[in-house]
């Protein structure tokens, strides 16, 4: 079957660093995304990766290992608006985004 | 910056009526698409369509569900029969091409509620 994990929740400090974790098995790979989400809103797009490596953008990061079916997302510098679901989708041989059931970062002061 | 829109932005309905969810892709977008977010749980794929036609779909997207672009602009969700399991968040997602790198770009989302 296809299975994508990440934590459930995570906290962390305004001005820190945080590190979100994905694992992934799925039928194929066709690259693998990070959403945002705040409560009640849509999924917002953050970053893409389909080869192995670091891709940076701005205060967001995201890293892939596709040998490992692994990804992270590293948010640096946090302020109280990145307090919001991040989701982990990876799109399968069929071109179908199969979603993990993100991970509720909550920033504390 | 163009946008997915959807209307209407929440929705109730009895159990055994059919709804209708509409939404309006971004206008040079040719991929769309309708995933379903129950609260509390994951989002989860229903469809997409490409050129007039259904490209995939999944389990959950059985006989009582169908998709149409009825014009140039609109594309809609048909729920028959709703049932009680099918109050969720629907949302509308449209892209220029499928795969990576091509984001998808969400709308805002219809609440469902079945009573």
């Known amino acids: 079957g296809q299975n994508i994990d990440q934590p459930t929740e995570m906290t962390a400090t305004e001005g820190a660093i945080v590190q979100i974790n994905c694992t992934y098995q799925t039928s194929g790979f066709n690259g693998l995304f990070w959403y945002q989400q705040h409560a009640g809103e849509a999924p917002t797009f953050l970053s893409y990766n389909v080869l192995d490596g670091l891709e940076e953008k701005g205060r967001f990061s995201s890293f892939l290992s596709r040998s490992k079916g692994y990804s992270y997302l590293l948010l640096k510098e946090l302020q109280m608006k990145d307090s919001a679901s991040y989701l982990c989708a990876v799109m399968d041989s069929n071109y179908q985004l199969i979603w993990g059931a993100g991970t509720k970062l909550i920033i504390k002061p | 910056e163009p946008e997915v829109t959807q209307t209407p932005s929440h929705q109730v309905t009895q159990m055994g009526q059919e709804v209708i969810l509409r939404c309006v892709p971004i206008?040079?977008?040719?991929?769309f698409y309708w995933y379903r977010q129950i609260l509390g749980q994951k989002v989860e794929f229903l469809v997409s369509?490409?050129?007039?036609?259904?490209?995939?779909k999944s389990e959950i997207f059985d006989d009582q569900f169908s998709v149409e672009r009825p014009d140039g602009s609109n594309f809609t969700l048909k729920i028959r029969s709703t049932k009680l399991e099918d109050s969720a968040m629907y949302f509308c997602?449209?892209?220029?091409?499928?795969?990576?790198?091509?984001?998808?770009?969400f709308g805002p989302g219809t609440r469902l509620t079945v009573t």
């Open positions: 369509f490409y050129n007039n036609e259904i490209s995939e």
């Open positions: 206008s040079n977008h040719l991929y």
């Open positions: 997602a449209s892209s220029e091409a499928a795969g990576g790198p091509y984001e998808q770009y």
